[in-house]
């Protein structure tokens, strides 16, 4: 495989040092890795993409692998090159096929549960605060990213408070609580986006006040020492709730990814309209603030393994109702 030159063209001059971002921090760091360099020039690390893809071929399949090849499919479905984009997406599948093993979940009575189901079923235990929050937020809700959570802080306005202006004044990400709607001006994609401003369903709602109790202030969530969480802290954080608490061995990228292949996986099996499929892939792309077409380019033609479990209807009729009732807009900052 090679990158057409326009591509390589368009990069070089499209993508500065200063905004390494718009591709992705990690891959900066992957290139770092592969080809030892100490300085970071796009154009010339773009041109020796296919020396790297070689090199990690015959390697054990890894996080940093899987986040390079999910990176240059964006990059090449941005800059319109549907054709590479589509050949390296196939790349990806099959390197994930080694992987599907952590879609499998038991109980104790060895009834098998997707992932998300499986989240939602440990909530009829017994569980830390904390910690039951966090699996709500990632069994109910399109999965944001760890950033979107770990660097979110609490505060409690008055009713009819424009949320826009409070950011402003305040400059980080909140959750206020009286109207439980969480406004993010520093995540990821924030350039493409602007502020986001999520308005949470009913069901979270309730979880929150019973999580939170009388807490009004400091971050959404606080590491053992009773402090923020780093971004890296956050992430591992999440990993080890879901592995302890619910036997699910995957990471926020995954269960990003699983969420949607889920979604669309029933709305297939239970042949919804493409009007209808369309809404819902939009809407959650929306909340997760993500790219619509990478979108489609990674989930529309996915599917697991018939011998994996999959949610049931009742609990994906669920969730769909959460897609409809969560409130999310963009504004300017």
Known sequence: ??????????????????????????????????LKEQTYDLAKLVEKIPQIVDKIESEEYTSSRKRLINCLIQVLAREGEDRWASELMNKFYEISKIHQENYIYKEPDSK?????????????????????LLISLYAYLPALRGQDYGNTRLVKLPEGTDLLSKYQELGYNFLDLTTKTIVLGQYKTVKSYGLRVIRLPEIMRKI?????????DGYLFLNKRGVN????GFCGYVSDTFDNQ???????????????????????RKE??????????????????????????????????????VSSDEYMKMILGIIDEIEVSFHKV
């Open 1 to 34: 495989m090679f990158l057409p030159e326009k591509v390589t063209a368009s990069l070089s001059s499209r993508y500065s040092d200063s905004s390494v971002s718009l591709i992705d921090s990690g891959l900066k760091r992957i290139f770092i890795i592969y």
């Open 112 to 132: 098998r549960y997707a992932p998300l189901e499986m989240l939602h079923q440990r909530r009829q235990y017994s569980l830390p605060k904390q910690k039951d």
């Open 208 to 216: 929150l006040n019973n999580s939170l109790g009388d807490r009004r």
């Open 229 to 232: 969480f780093s971004d890296r």
């Open 246 to 268: 619910c036997g699910v061995k995957m990471g926020i990228d995954e269960l990003r990814k699983v969420y949607i292949s889920e979604v669309l996986g029933y709305l297939n």
């Open 272 to 309: 919804f309209g493409i009007s209808e499929q369309k809404y819902y892939r939009t809407k959650i792309s929306q909340i997760q603030a993500h790219c619509l077409n990478t979108q489609e380019f990674l989930y529309s033609g996915h599917k697991f393994n018939s011998s994996l479990p």
